[in-house]
């Protein structure tokens, strides 16, 4: 076999290089119907341009959408895709690479758009930084639109509906035309000059041709030159012009734009209420607090008056006195009950008492107790103490008991 044999791989990868090497292929502009679009959960778009010759698959990645895509594809649409044929190695299928579409007819409009886009956004006009906040609070808002139709209509009705106390400056301006572009922005120009707290620039819903008097580079630097707040309302939700891109804020319709504007009285009432509520509570709080502030202060005073230091001492030193007396009179008392039970057991043995009961008390001359028989010898002298004196006595004979004479002997025979 003289022929060279190649892999499915490899003629593959072999035709995707030649369709990269064709500068034709890499930057291309297809117009057809579009089939089988499907747009993808991961954001790519899958469709095919059909025309009565033939089918061209093609595709438009997520990343590309942003800029390169301005409506929503449908099916049935003509439209024109620019961007690269090439080959899908694993199917070994070529397609179209769509970087950019627009509908069919209105191509070289979208081309402008895009360059004067891309031109203003290297510009910074687009830029996040150079955007005004909207005021909350408007009370003047001026209005650059045609002086008839729907939309000057829905932004008055809007208006009076939220907030009849706001009030709105209109400019009559061309919307579409060869003199739009510059009467629109001599309108911007005339109500920025009358320190309005905002602005509104914008016109109903149309075809881009209608539209195009907000693509162009006067409006975009009118708008961008302002020092009053401007809300761009072009159209409906998904018409998108440079003047939506340079506004500082993007209103999807006139109405929606008049909603962003005019704050709506009652949701202010509202909110005044709350705060109103909010403060009172506040202060309430605030004065409750002083007031135990103050409480606190003047128990405090009070703790260091010298006169209640003065009385809170002498209340002290009358407990203490108190408590002293009533020490000493328990201590007394309970001596007197010793005395007493002392007493008792001295009367008990008290001598007196027992001479008062008959008894008689007698020493001998040595003046001893006389307890004995062995103590005193015949003729020794006594004296025996009575209750009422005493007697001087001699003694003649003694004699011992019989007890105590039974008792010694008993003694001596043990």
């Given amino acids: 076999m003289a022929a060279s044999v190649y892999s499915v791989g490899q003629v593959n990868s072999y035709i995707k290089n030649m369709f990269t090497q064709d500068f034709a292929l890499r930057n291309i502009y297809v117009k057809g119907e579009v089939s089988n679009c499907k747009y993808h ?6 469709f095919t341009l059909k025309d009565e010759t ?24 003509r439209v024109i895709a620019g961007g690269s044929v090439n080959i899908y190695e694993r199917d070994g299928k070529y397609q179209l690479y769509a970087r950019e579409i627009m509908l069919d007819g209105t191509g070289d409009l979208f081309r402008r758009f895009e360059q004067l886009r891309n031109q203003l956004e290297e510009m910074g006009m687009f830029a996040p930084e150079y955007k005004q906040s909207i005021p909350r609070y408007a009370m003047r808002v001026g209005v650059v639109t045609a002086p008839t139709g729907a939309a000057v209509r829905d932004i008055m009705n809007i208006s009076a509906r939220r907030n009849p106390y706001v009030q709105l400056y209109l400019y009559p301006a061309l919307v579409q035309g060869e003199a739009a572009p510059s009467s629109i922005a001599a309108g911007i120009r005339v109500l920025d000059r009358m320190g309005l707290d905002c602005m509104i620039v914008g016109r109903g819903g149309g075809s881009i041709e209608d539209l195009w008097a907000f693509n162009s580079e006067e409006v975009a630097y009118a708008i961008f030159h302002a020092q009053t707040p401007v809300i761009s309302a072009v159209g409906h939700e998904t018409d998108v012009t440079i003047a939506d891109y340079v506004a500082d804020l993007r209103a999807p319709t006139p ?7 005019v704050f709506d009285i009652r949701q202010f009432d509202q909110e005044l209420e709350r705060f109103r509520q909010r403060l009172a509570g506040s202060e309430e709080n605030r004065l409750s607090l002083w007031r135990g502030q103050i ?4 128990l405090r005073l009070a703790l260091y008056d010298p006169s209640y230091q003065v009385n809170q001492k002498r209340q002290y030193l009358a407990d203490t006195q108190d408590r002293i007396s009533r020490a000493m009179r328990e201590k007394v008392t309970r001596v007197r009950h ?9 009367d008990g043995l008290s001598p007196l008492k027992r001479l008062s009961g008959g008894y008689v008390y007698a020493r001998d ?17 006594l004296t025996i103490l009575t209750r009422d004196g005493r007697i001087r006595a001699e003694v003649l004979s003694k004699r011992k008991s019989r007890e105590a004479a039974d008792g010694r002997s008993q003694s001596e025979t043990g």
């Fill in 54 to 77: 033939g089918v061209l698959s093609a595709v438009m990645f997520a990343g590309w959408r942003k800029k390169g895509l301005t409506f929503r594809m449908e099916e049935g649409q």
């Fill in 365 to 381: 001359q040595r003046g001893q107790a006389l307890v004995s028989t062995v103590q005193v010898k015949k003729g020794e002298q």
């Fill in 295 to 298: 409480q606190t202060g003047r």
């Fill in 255 to 261: 109405s929606a734009a008049a909603e962003l504007a």
């Fill in 338 to 346: 010793g005395l007493s039970i002392q007493t008792a057991r001295l």
């Fill in 41 to 46: 959960s991961s954001g790519h778009i899958y």
